[in-house]
T-cell receptor, first 111, second 116 residues
Framework: AQSVTQLDSQVPVFEEAPVELRCNYS??????LFWYVQYPNQGLQLLLK??????LVKGINGFEAEFNKSQTSFHLRKPSVHISDTAEYFC?????????FGAGTTVTVRA | NAGVTQTPKFQVLKTGQSMTLQCAQD?????MSWYRQDPGMGLRLIHY???????DQGEVPNGYNVSRSTTEDFPLRLLSAAPSQTSVYFC???????????????FGAGSRLTVL
């Protein structure tokens, strides 16, 4: 079984400032890690994924995440956010045929 | 391609009523799943299917039934609706989840259900 903990439920940030969303996971098997984004009143879209190889993963819209096996973390970062990045972000871990999601982090970008 | 199509987008039910949420995908995906989204709880897996004729329970299956008679369709049935089933429901599919879990889910737009 696997589980995901997103350490921040709300992250307010000013436009053009950097943002980091923290995600820790636990699993008894090898895992694959994902970040999804949900814009208001929409379904989820994939931001990026870690399957294997380089621990630094780049995704869409300037986001990147780093897989840290020793700390069981997969934090998401963006160096400069835009108003359009206002959304809810979900970290997810895949293993044993199932994808488990964290509770989500709401990012609100202010001008 | 339409991707994953969910109907209806909104539904209001009375306690005890039954209904079916429809999900269809046109990508020939083997794996399909249903999640419910509740504030502060993320998405929780209700049921999933790894192919036609094969279904299994997820984290919160009670009160829901599924079937998979075709590759394209994966309906979710509420047998006797309860207020605790008020939620937003998402259907999602992928080429194949498999042991690797490497395939990415494509989500529908969601169905918002209110049970009074």
């Amino acid at each position: 079984a696997q589980s995901v903990t997103q350490l921040d439920s709300q992250v307010p940030v000013f436009e053009e400032a950097p943002v980091e969303l923290r995600c820790n996971y636990s699993s008894s098997v090898s895992v694959y890690l994902f970040w999804y984004v949900q814009y208001p009143n929409q379904g989820l879209q994939l931001l990026l994924k870690y399957l294997s190889g380089s621990t630094l993963v780049k995704g869409i819209n300037g986001f990147e995440a780093e897989f840290n096996k020793s700390q069981t973390s997969f934090h998401l970062r963006k160096p400069s956010v835009h108003i359009s990045d206002t959304a809810e972000y979900f970290c997810a871990v895949s293993g044993d045929y199932k994808l488990s999601f964290g509770a989500g982090t709401t990012v609100t970008v202010r001008a | 391609n339409a991707g994953v199509t969910q109907t209806p987008k909104f539904q209001v039910l009375k306690t005890g009523q039954s209904m079916t949420l429809q999900c269809a995908q046109d990508m020939n995906h083997e794996y399909m799943s249903w999640y419910r989204q509740d504030p502060g709880m993320g998405l929780r897996l209700i049921h999933y299917s790894v192919g036609a004729g094969i279904t299994d329970q997820g984290e919160v299956p009670n009160g829901y039934n599924v079937s998979r008679s075709t590759t394209e369709d994966f309906p979710l049935r509420l047998l006797s609706a309860a207020p605790s089933q008020t939620s937003v429901y998402f259907c999602a599919s992928s080429l194949g989840q498999g042991v690797s879990g490497a395939n990415v889910l494509t989500f529908g737009a969601g169905s918002r259900l209110t049970v009074l």
